[in-house]
Nanobody, 134 residues
């Protein structure tokens, strides 16, 4: 069983920065280095939106157009942790941010489910709130 624990949310002013962390833990058969992992966000009254995703093996990172150039995804495999560095935040970034994971796959598969099939992620964290004031 995989558990995802997010942290790092908070309240900042427009133009500020935050770094979110998603700590991955699992049973002995769960290998962090072979998971599709991603950050999603959902604001009140809006649909869930994919923010950034990757394959924790050697793979590319994928971003929503709305965050390209401002958000950066990184990972520390030794700590089994996924990070989302968020710079130049604006009020439209205000949302609950969720970490998600799905085992196995490949880089192209992970990009596909990030872009069009978020329902394929079978593990979700509890979320961390990000609030950006103008």
């Amino acid at each position: 069983q995989v558990q995802l624990v997010e942290s790092g949310g908070g309240s900042v002013q427009a133009g500020g920065s935050l770094r979110l962390s998603c700590a991955f833990s699992g049973d002995s058969g769960d290998t962090y280095s072979s998971y599709c992992m991603a950050w999603f966000r959902q604001a009140p009254g809006k649909e869930r939106e994919g923010v950034a995703g990757t394959w924790t093996g050697v793979g590319s990172k994928h971003y929503a157009d709305s965050v390209k150039g401002r958000f950066t995804l990184s990972q520390d495999n030794a700590k089994s942790t996924l990070y989302l560095q968020m710079n130049n935040l604006n009020p439209e970034d205000t949302a609950m941010y969720y970490c998600a994971a799905r085992g196995g796959g490949s880089s192209p598969y992970c990009e596909n489910i990030f872009r069009v099939a978020s329902y394929e992620y079978n593990y979700w964290g509890q979320g961390t709130q990000v609030t950006v004031s103008s």
